[in-house]
Structures are given as C-alpha cells and as structure tokens.
C-alpha cells in the first residue's frame, strides 16, 4: 500500500477515486493535479476522501494540454515525497492525454509505479514492482458515486406499498392480451391522483368492459382496491399510484433485486424512486438537475439508469417515445460520465424509429412482449457476455 497518490483529476471522477478505496492501493494522503476547468470538482473528490481519513491535496496546472509542465510538476512532488521516505504511487488515468503523458513520462524516469485504470480494472504502466493487474475491488455506493459527480441522491417522500406484489406484476406482464384494460387503469388511476381522491365510479361502457374488470379483479384480490357496483375504491394515494404505472417500476426494481444476489453480476448499489439534485448550492438555477429516477444502480463501478413508461406511445410527435429517450440519453451522461448506460422499458410496444434513435443514443429499448425476458435481457446488458 503505497503512501500517497499523484493524480490527475478530470470530468471523470470515478477512475481517480474508486483505487484510492481499494485496500491494494490506499494511500494516507492524495495530491490532485488541478487544471483550472477541474477546480469545480475538488469540494466533491475532498468530501469522499475524507471520510475514509484519506488527507486530500491540491497542486495547480497551469494548462491541460502541456505535457512538459506536467511532467515537470510530477517530478518535482515524486522527488519532494521520496525525500520524507514516502512511497509514491501515480494514478495516470484522469486528465488530457497531454497530461496522461507528462504523469507516466515522470514515473517512468523516477522509477515511480504508474497505473491506468480501463473499465474498473487497474493495468500498470510502469510497474518496477512486478504487480499484476487487477480489478478494483472496492464498491462504491449511490451517494458517493452520485457526489463526486457534484450530486445529491434523495428518495421521493411518498408512502411506499409494504406488501409483496411481485404476483400481481407478474400477472400483468405475462398476460399482454389485458395491455388496453391496462391503459383505462391508467387513465383512471391518474385521474384520481390529479382529484386528489380515491374514489372512481365508472361509465356504463366500463362496466361492460370484460378485459378491465378482470384487471381490477386482480388488484381487488392483491387489497390494492375494492369493487362495489359502480364504485371502484383505491385502499390508499400509494395504491393509486402504485396503479397509475409504479407497478412497472416495482417490477424491474424487484428484478434486479434478485440479479444482485449474483456475484457475477457485481450489482453494488440500487434505489428506485429517487431524486437527483446538486449538491453544490452555489450553481445557479439555471444549472439545476432536478430529476426524478425511476431505477438507478451501480454494477462494477458503474452507473445504470432506468425509465420506465406504461403509457401508450402512438406516432403523434406529442406522444411518441422521443423525447423520453433523448432525456434518458442526457441524463446518463450527466450523471455517470461516458461510461453509464441507460435502459428505456415500455408495458407498450415503440415504434421503429424510436428504437433506432435510441441506438444512435446509446439508449437499451425493452419493450412490449420484451418483458416477459426482463431478467435475462437485464442480465445481458449488464454483463454482455452472459
């Protein structure tokens, strides 16, 4: 375990600190090289560090892209450190590839190990101490991955649904022949949401609607409503929403719920609606993330984001999947850098183009009959090689 860490600090946090955690690599102390664009990100590395009694300094660099300065910086701290008895790590994975260069060149001429980090997996550089590679095997958790992207995981406060429904999801995926009485549960579900009451009498035309009265059957044997001539009542606001399309949500959380209990998979962190803020307060509001989560998690250091839909998508422009996926696709780089995906999952069939910009996005689509192979297609885009 070497005493302290050089590194070059740069939009993507997590392969600077994710082997600072790692009981291999952990140092006393880590001196970051700061270009002045990443001065932003120092407030967000230090309050993670910290809390793992990691001490946290800073060294300026004047330009990102002159690797000379930056060897020469490098150098300079190798030399100062070596001096104390230190030892000296150099984490050449973060910054420009100019700075990339200037940080190896410096421990290479110093004999100094350098790592890189490539898709959570530690490869060495320069290695006069004949380590092998490896993988990083500390798991970082939401709250911090989130936060040393400048961000703040907090849950929705509304009443969760303690009972079990996984019977009731399962139903309702399996049986893709009840996706219209679906819709009208939808639709009313909403509809008393947006009343403010839990109370709904229906049409004629409902009564007489074999495929809805089924549906709701088998919520009112899940105590999630009740049924009394015309009146349909829902148990409570969260059943009602719970009704209104959560369900969907419930299912892909419990899904992958499960996945986790599969080493392989290397899940280490899930929630499901939850909200995502900036934990700096001084940006302006014009900078403001806001936004609501359906499904989040990190599987080997990396961030996942789900959304999930159980409206019907038509070809109108105003109702199409579009929108939601170009959002999903932003929202994934602003929270999880180049290396985070994303998954779109519909109750309803997309439409072709759709998927294709989706693609184009780097957006997964699992839609329609999909669902009924939601766990292995999740298993799949976690680890392609399953």
């Not at 102390?29 to 910290?50: F, G, H």
């Not at 649904?161 to 996706?179: E, G, K, M, Y």
């Not at 159980?310 to 290396?339: D, M, P």
Request: glycine share 4%; net charge neutral.
């Amino acid at each position: 375990m070497p005493d302290i860490h050089i590194c070059l600090l740069s939009e993507q946090p997590s392969p600077n600190i994710c082997p600072l955690l790692d009981e291999r690599l952990k140092p006393q102390e880590v001196i970051l090289l700061v270009t002045p664009q990443q001065v932003k990100r120092v407030a967000d590395v230090e309050s993670i560090l910290k809390k793992r009694q990691i001490k946290v300094s800073t060294v300026s660099i004047d330009s990102a892209f002159d690797a000379e300065a930056v060897q020469a910086q490098v150098e300079t701290l190798i030399v100062t450190q070596k001096k104390t008895g230190k030892s000296v790590f150099i984490n050449a994975t973060g910054g420009t590839k100019p700075m990339s260069i200037g940080a190896f060149l410096a421990g290479f001429n110093h004999d100094t190990p350098v790592f890189y980090v490539n898709n959570d997996e530690v490869s060495w550089l320069n290695n006069p101490q004949k380590s092998d590679d490896f993988a990083i095997a500390e798991r970082i958790k939401l709250d911090d991955f989130l936060r040393m992207h400048g961000l703040e995981l907090k849950s929705k406060q509304q009443e969760k649904i303690a009972q079990d429904l996984s019977n009731v999801t399962d139903f309702l995926i399996r049986h893709p022949d009840l996706s219209p009485s679906i819709r009208q549960l939808n639709r009313i579900a909403i509809k008393c949401i947006d009343e403010n009451q839990l109370n709904y009498i229906f049409t004629d035309k409902e009564l007489q609607d074999l495929a809805l009265q089924a549906t709701l059957d088998k919520l009112a044997s899940a105590n999630l409503l009740s049924l009394k001539g015309t009146k349909l009542s829902f148990k409570s606001m969260a059943t009602c929403r719970w009704c209104a399309g959560l369900w969907l949500e419930d299912h892909v959380y419990q899904q992958l719920d499960s996945l986790k209990k599969q080493p392989e998979l290397q899940i280490q962190d899930l929630a499901e609606s939850v909200e995502v803020v900036y934990a700096n307060k001084t940006r302006s509001q014009s900078d403001k993330v806001d936004n609501e989560l359906d499904v989040i998690f990190l599987a080997d250091n990396r961030l996942y984001v789900i959304e999930c839909k159980t409206r019907v998508f038509s070809g109108k422009t105003t109702n199409n999947a579009s929108e939601a996926i170009y959002k999903l696709a932003t929202l994934k780089r602003e929270l999880g850098g180049s290396q985070a995906k994303a998954m779109f999952i519909s109750y309803y069939p997309v439409r072709d183009e759709d998927k294709r910009r989706a693609d184009l996005l780097g957006v997964e689509i699992c839609a329609g009959r999909q669902l009924q192979e939601l766990s292995s297609r999740l298993r799949k885009w976690i680890k392609p090689s399953f």
